[in-house]
């Protein structure tokens, strides 16, 4: 069983459509993480929040946004995707903010642009 | 720079054999080590880690890995496969300065016979 919920699991929209991927978290972790992963290959990383601040940006495109509404959210809102974003989108957490520590993850959200 | 390889890009063991998956990293000093399993359309599950001290480490599901300095791997083992252990294999660094950037390999697909 998964202590990391992400909503909702499967999401189909269009170039124009705006959405919000959601994740959640009440194990206490102060570092969150979104996570693209295409089929057959390793997720890659798109945002760390370290203490609800953005840490990291991994130079994502500005049509994915991140938001960390407190320690326990975390949100990736969606706008003008292209199919290529086409994805699972995963959301991890982790009780450190240095590469100690071990990652918890959802079970993803795949998402489908058409 | 970090970075992780993992020869294998496909095994197939039969049930009850013998696995050993291969991991080798890149990294400076002694870094942190993962493995995650990721079943299909699941989120990507810790196995086992290693920091420091004993170089065997133990893990869930009856799995194992030895962390070799002069080699720079950290390969897993489990001396029987079951079928439920098909699945996609990760291994992953995380450096000690690095904070939240944990590098994943490109994972090994394991295929179980019955």
């Known amino acids: 069983d998964t202590e990391v919920t992400q909503t909702p699991k499967h999401l189909v929209m269009g170039m124009t459509n705006k959405k919000s991927l959601k994740c959640e978290q009440h194990?206490?972790?102060?570092?969150m993480y979104w996570y693209k992963q295409k089929a057959k290959k390793p997720p890659e990383l798109m945002f760390v929040y370290s203490y609800e601040k953005l840490s990291i940006n991994e130079s994502v495109p500005s049509r994915f946004s991140p938001e960390c509404p407190n320690s326990s959210l975390l949100n990736l809102h969606l706008h003008a995707l292209q199919p290529e974003d086409s994805a699972l989108y995963l959301c991890?957490?982790?009780?450190?903010?240095?590469?100690?520590?071990?990652?918890?993850f959802g079970e993803g959200s795949r998402l489908t642009v058409l | 720079a970090q970075s992780v390889t993992q020869p294998d890009i496909h095994i197939t063991v039969s049930e009850g054999a013998s696995l050993e998956l291969r991991c080798n990293y890149s990294y400076g000093a002694t870094p942190y080590l993962f493995w995650y399993v990721q079943s299909p359309g699941q989120g990507l599950q810790l196995l086992l880690k290693y920091f420091s001290g004993d170089t065997l480490v133990q893990g869930i599901k009856g799995f194992e890995a030895e962390f070799k300095r002069s080699q720079s791997s950290f390969n897993l083992r489990k001396p029987s496969v079951h079928w439920s252990d098909a699945a996609e294999y990760f291994c992953?660094?995380?450096?000690?300065?690095?904070?939240?950037?944990?590098?994943f390999g490109d994972g090994t697909t394991l295929t179980v016979k019955p």
């Open positions: 991890a957490s982790s009780h450190g903010t240095g590469g100690q520590g071990e990652l918890f």
């Open positions: 992953a660094v995380g450096a000690r300065t690095n904070a939240g950037k944990s590098t």
């Open positions: 194990m206490g972790h102060r570092a």
